[in-house]
Each structure stands twice: as C-alpha cells, then as structure tokens.
C-alpha cells in the first residue's frame, strides 16, 4: 500500500514538473509552479529557507522521500529502472548489496561546493538533478509536444477552428541540446543497469539528504525473526543499500521507495518507527564521528554559499522578413527581475525553465563558456513585450525575482545602440523610421540626416535614459543581415 502511495504521488510530481517545461502558454505555471520552487537545490539558491527547512524535516522523519516523490530526475531513473525489469522476467530481481562509495559520493559533493564557491555555474548546472531534468524535458521532449501541437493546430484550422495555434520548433542551442541528450544518456544507462547510482554518488542533493535519512525517524526495517534470508529484498533494492547478510539497510543511500516491502514474501521488512541497537550506536564510532562531522561541515557550507549567492512578423500584419544575425554584445543580455548580470549567474542553475515559457522566443541558453546553459536574451526572433512577466513568475531558484508588469515598464536592462552604416537611410537612400514608431516608451525620435535641409532624411536618435532595452526596434528592424539599431546589455539593472 505505501509503494503505490509513493507511486501515485511520485507521478503527479513527475506529470506535473514535466508539464512546467512543456507548456508554452504559461497557463499551467499558474497552477503547478509551486513543484518548481519546492525542489532543493532551487530553493536553497533562491533562500527559500522555510521551503529547504521543510524538506530536512521531512527527510529527518520519513528518509528520501523527496529523492523518490518529488525530484523529476530521480523519478526518471526509478521508470528507466521499472521499463528494464519489464524486459525479461529475470531483471525484476537483478540488484544486489554493494558497500557506499563514500569517496566518489563525498568528492562529488566537495567539488561541488567548490564549484558554488568559485562560481563555476557550468560545473553547478551539469549535476543539479533539477536542472539536468529540466535540461532533458526542454530540449528533448518539448520538441515533440509541440509538434503534437501543430498537429492539432492543423487539423483545427481545417475544421474551422482557432482552438490551437502553431508554434516555431527550434533548436535554442546547439550545445545545450548536445549536453540534454548526454546526460540522459549517462543517467538513463546508470538507471537501466544499476538502478540508483547517479542518487548515491554523483548528486549533491542526494549526499546531503543522505546524511539526514541517516537518522530518520521512520524507514523500512527488517525483523529478523521472521527473516528467513531468502535474498529478495536485496535483490529488488535499486539502491544496493539492503545487506541481506547482516540484515542491515544504509539509510543514507535508502530513498524509501518501499519496492523491498512488496517484494518481501514473509512480511519480515516494514515502514515502521527506526529503534536504534546498542551495537549500532557504539560500533565504528570513531569512524562514524568522522564522516558525520565531515558531511556535517559540508552541508553547512553549502548553506553559506547559497546564502551568500544571492515569429518574427512586423507588427501591424506586414509580411515577415528574413531574421537578422545575432549583434556581437559587449555586456549580455538577461531578464528584468535580475537584478544584475552577478546575481543571475549565481542564482541560476540553467534548469531552462524560463526559456521554456517565454512566448516571444526571447530566452535562450547562453554558448558562452563563461555561462553556458544559462540563459540570455536576444532579438532575432521577437522582443521582451514590457507586458510579458512570465519568466519572473516561473524561477524556482532566485534568478529572476518576481515583478509585476508596472514594475517591469521602468526596469533598463539595457540601452538601445545605433550603427546608420547599417541603416537604410544610408544603405538604400530611403526613410523608415520602423524603430522609432514601435518603441515603447518613446525612447527613439527621428532627427534629420542632414539639419539644414528640410527634405533630409531621417535617422534615428536613442535617448538612453528613456530605454529600457526591449529590443522592440532591433527585432522590427528591416537592415540585414545585421540590424542598424542593437541593445547593450546593463551589468547593474537600474528603475527608470
């Protein structure tokens, strides 16, 4: 009974986090974007300290179960698992007790901090299990569920219906997508072999709530009177953490998946209240004392790092024109709501979550190795619409605080940047004043090419102050291939 409660819970975790990176609309963030900010790693960046407090009680009193119910990518291992004991009758027992790799999984979680301490996102990105499913749900399955959409949206349009609307299916980044399909390519082969390795050596989130699933106060145990050492709850364990020999389970490696209850045939495991023996408390104390302090010291390290880090149509229905190439930015681009460009790179853990929501084709991730995966923005394919707040509203981790769509109307993230080599004016002898009738805020004006002759042309003039840096006149621009209006990226953010 309690491993189809965690089946049926892990489920709607799983559908529903999924569905976050799938849903182009934004409507279901409405709903479920409460499952983006409950997982650890996000929440810990974001300082969400009551989200990360609840999580270390919920582990202190029931074990993993965040590892098995609400991580997308420990559910992902766990159905890669299932799927593999489906496929021959022999697999469904096919685990076996191996001892902890105590210093692969604590090298891992010390080079991590590491790498939260020197900023390397790069490192922190590629083993956040979040991120890495998200990575995985953005660039892999997202092209799909929005190819069954213009299926739809197809078949609609011919039966007279606007229910659907077709949507551009792109590679955002060539990289990243490379980096999507490697990872689920090691963790998906870890998975179908060995069941839960990547949890219990390589994921920072596992090591740490290993610690705390140590001491839990409800796990499975075995009763040894009425184990009659038949082997099969060590064989089902996708963790290898169940000594069938010395009826012992690693609590640190359990992520109560509850699999060796059901597979037990004389009821000798159960999910019941921990009694800790003599022998366990005094055993190995030196060397227990040792590894508590260490992880001890690592988590609340950790925790200080954390805390410390804080389609391209014109408008008015013209036709659509060939995409400009992407200007060479002096200073990156990145959402209002960031704050500064230092504050997005050690919030963001590059889960793509936003690029997924964002319905103007803005955001996408960077290929800069300096912050590759994160995401930036530019103008090729549409502009940040002041009333679109989507990506503020999605972040699970702190990179884009939340702001209303008033505030984000007087937030520059950047300034808009004039080159009339470019300009048509120059290049084809010929008003156009494109940028300067779809600004916003009335940022651009046109000033006569020539100020003594009344039938000048006219160029543009960006009032910098005025700019918040939406890039509505670099993506309505007609110049190609390289437009004659681009947005400087601002370091700082400033309200206008």
């Not at 007279?160 to 689920?184: C, R």
């Not at 390290?301 to 060479?328: F, N, S, W, Y």
């Not at 590059?350 to 995401?375: E, F, H, I, W, Y």
Request: hydrophobic content about 45%; overall charge positive.
């Amino acid at each position: 009974m309690l491993r189809k409660i965690r089946i049926i819970l892990a489920s709607i975790f799983f559908i529903g986090v999924t569905l976050l990176f799938l849903d182009f609309t934004g409507t279901i963030h409405a709903w479920l974007g409460w499952m983006a900010k409950v997982q650890f790693l996000p929440a810990a960046l974001a300082l969400n300290f009551g989200i990360v407090a609840a999580l270390i009680v919920l582990t202190l009193l029931f074990g993993r179960v965040y590892c098995s119910v609400i991580c997308p990518l420990g559910v992902m291992q766990d159905i890669i698992s299932w799927i593999h004991g489906k496929t021959k009758k022999k697999n469904r027992f096919r685990f076996s007790y191996s001892p902890e790799r105590k210093t692969l999984r604590y090298g891992m979680l010390v080079l991590f901090i590491a790498a939260l301490i020197m900023g390397s996102h790069v490192a922190v990105a590629l083993i956040a299990p979040y991120s890495a499913y998200g990575r995985i749900a953005a660039n892999l399955l997202a092209p799909i569920y929005q190819l069954g959409n213009n299926l739809l949206a197809w078949i609609a349009e011919r039966a007279g219906s606007y229910a659907f609307y077709s949507v551009d299916i792109w590679i955002k980044s060539a990289s990243t997508f490379a980096i999507a399909v490697a990872t689920l390519l090691v963790v998906g082969f870890l998975a179908w072999k060995h069941g839960r390795t990547w949890c219990n050596t390589i994921c920072p989130v596992g090591t740490v709530l290993g610690f705390f699933s140590r001491f839990s106060l409800f796990a499975p145990v075995i009763n040894t009177d009425k184990c009659n050492n038949c082997g099969l709850c060590g064989k089902q364990c996708k963790a290898s953490c169940i000594d069938t020999f010395e009826h012992k389970i690693d609590y640190s490696r359990c992520v109560a998946c509850m699999d060796c209850i059901d597979a037990c045939k004389h009821g000798a495991v159960h999910y019941a209240l921990r009694k800790r023996p003599a022998t366990e408390q005094t055993g190995n104390d030196t060397a227990d004392k040792g590894r508590r302090a260490f992880i001890v010291s690592t988590a609340i390290a950790g925790t200080a790092v954390a805390a410390k880090a804080q389609d391209m149509k014109v408008d008015g229905g013209l036709a659509a024109i060939e995409r400009a190439q992407k200007p060479e930015r002096q200073t990156p681009l990145v959402p209002a709501g960031a704050i500064s460009l230092k504050n997005f790179a050690d919030h963001c853990t590059a889960c793509q979550l936003c690029v997924s929501v964002c319905p103007n084709g803005v955001l996408r991730p960077s290929t800069s190795l300096l912050n590759l995966m994160q995401p930036e923005m530019s103008y090729e394919r549409g502009y940040c619409r002041p009333e679109c707040n989507k990506c503020s509203q999605v972040c699970p981790a702190g990179a884009i605080k939340p702001i209303t769509i008033e505030e984000k109307s007087s937030i520059q993230i950047g300034h808009a940047v004039v080159c009339l080599e470019n300009c048509v004016v120059n290049t084809d002898g010929v008003n156009c004043g494109n940028c300067a009738r779809h600004c916003p805020v009335g940022a651009i004006r046109m000033v006569r090419k020539n100020p003594d002759d009344e039938n000048s042309l006219r160029i543009p003039v960006v009032n910098e102050e005025r700019c918040i840096g939406c890039g509505a006149c670099e993506n309505l621009c007609p110049a190609r291939p390289f437009t004659a209006i681009h947005v400087e990226g601002h370091e700082i953010h400033k309200d206008i």
